[in-house]
């Protein structure tokens, strides 16, 4: 099925009603990518970046804009940054942590058994 501009239009309007589709996200993408190619980072973090950027850069950026009174674009971009290493560190300390969090489970597990 070929999309004809009506079905264009109707979907770029959901997007832009729904707040995903704005100048703010668009920069938190653009924040997001460029820190993962500064930090070289493989595909899939790469992906997780832009898309943590994308996302605290639709809710945080209006916010913090209103409050200061900066451009909404620039603000996009900068806390797209910030949310890349937000969710970096909770990635991380997951990472770290797992292991022992589903051994401390297992255990709970095997005492409730018994």
């Known amino acids: 099925m070929l999309w004809n501009s009506k079905m264009r239009?109707?979907?770029?309007?959901?997007?832009?009603?729904?707040?995903?589709?704005?100048?703010?996200?668009?920069?938190?993408?653009?924040?997001?990518?460029a820190y993962s190619l500064h930090k070289r980072r493989g595909f899939w973090e790469g992906v997780r970046d832009i898309i943590s950027g994308s996302i605290t850069a639709i809710y945080i950026a209006p916010f913090v804009a209103d409050h200061t009174g900066m451009d909404l674009a620039f603000l996009g971009f900068l806390v797209g940054i910030?949310?890349?290493n937000v969710?970096?560190?909770i990635?991380?300390?997951?990472?770290?942590y797992k292991d022992k969090?589903?051994?401390?489970?297992?255990?709970?597990l095997k005492v409730l058994n018994k």
Not at 101 to 108: H, I, M, Y
Request: hydrophobic share 55%; no cysteine.
């Open 9 to 33: 239009e109707k979907i770029i309007d959901f997007l832009t009603e729904a707040g995903i589709l704005s100048k703010y996200t668009l920069s938190g993408a653009l924040g997001a990518l």
């Open 82 to 84: 910030l949310g890349i």
């Open 87 to 89: 969710v970096s560190v």
């Open 91 to 96: 990635a991380d300390v997951y990472l770290k």
């Open 101 to 108: 969090v589903v051994q401390a489970l297992k255990e709970a």
